[in-house]
């Protein structure tokens, strides 16, 4: 049984450029989500993705934007980059219910110059 | 609205016991967690409780709950250097809109093992 793989693990962008992250689920999990984690914070939701397309959102921007692939793969993309968008964003798969918890990635650590 | 409230450090000789602590205001939570994370790490799920129980045991581990203060614990028993970490309290809230669901995470505690 395979985790979840997230990939770039380090990305350094630019203000004002795009960047896409991309996430593989957890063997049999059908749903994804997204997390923000801010250094010395805990994760803050971003949305979720259930069937491909987005079941509940965060208070995130419209420049927050996310895809799920049929095989529940998932990338979150981020356009128009600030300083604070700055820090290490966690996707979590899971059943459809997610009650005996979420399977995470190690993240994608982001830092906006 | 959801919040969840965590002392922020923990420090501990080894083989003695811990306990972190949480506070969730959500009444309506069906599912809480805890997580771990160690530097440079994602969040491990070490343990889960339905709001229906008042504890939950396995291994080393112990989770208590107190609905009517809104109150968490997980106690960790013989505590190992290897436990030093930051652990995470999440509680799951009820449904959103297009029906998922998401979890409300503390702002973690920082767990010290000292020898």
């Known amino acids: 049984e395979t985790g979840v793989t997230q990939s770039p693990t380090h990305l350094i962008k630019t203000r004002g450029q795009q960047v896409t992250l991309r996430c593989s689920s957890q063997s049999g999990h059908n749903t994804v989500s997204w997390y923000q984690q801010a250094l010395g914070q805990g994760p803050q939701f971003i949305f979720q993705?259930?069937?491909?397309?987005?079941?509940g959102r965060g208070n995130f921007p419209p420049r927050f934007s996310g895809l799920q692939f049929p095989n529940y793969s998932s990338e979150l993309n981020v356009n128009a980059l600030e300083l604070d968008d700055s820090a290490l964003y966690l996707c979590?798969?899971?059943?459809?219910?997610?009650?005996?918890?979420?399977?995470f990635g190690s993240g994608t650590r982001l830092t906006v110059v | 609205g959801e919040d969840v409230e965590q002392s922020l450090f923990l420090s501990v000789r080894e083989g003695d016991s811990s306990v972190i602590n949480c506070t969730y205001t959500?009444?309506?939570?069906?599912?809480l967690y805890w997580y771990k994370q160690e530097p440079g790490a994602g969040l491990q799920l070490l343990t889960y409780?339905?709001?229906?129980?008042d504890m939950k045991q396995d291994q080393r581990l112990t989770v208590l709950l107190n609905k009517k203060d809104k109150h968490l614990s997980l106690r960790i028993a013989d505590t190992q250097t290897g436990d030093s970490a930051i652990y995470f309290c999440?509680?799951?809230?009820?449904?959103?809109?297009?029906?998922?669901?998401?979890?409300?995470f503390g702002t973690g505690t920082q767990l010290k093992v000292e020898l």
């Open positions: 999440a509680e799951k809230g009820p449904g959103l809109t297009g029906g998922g669901n998401k979890l409300t």
């Open positions: 409780i339905f709001s229906n129980m």
């Open positions: 993705y259930y069937r491909e397309e987005e079941n």
């Open positions: 959500d009444s309506s939570s069906t599912y």
């Open positions: 979590a798969s899971s059943f459809r219910t997610g009650w005996d918890g979420y399977t």
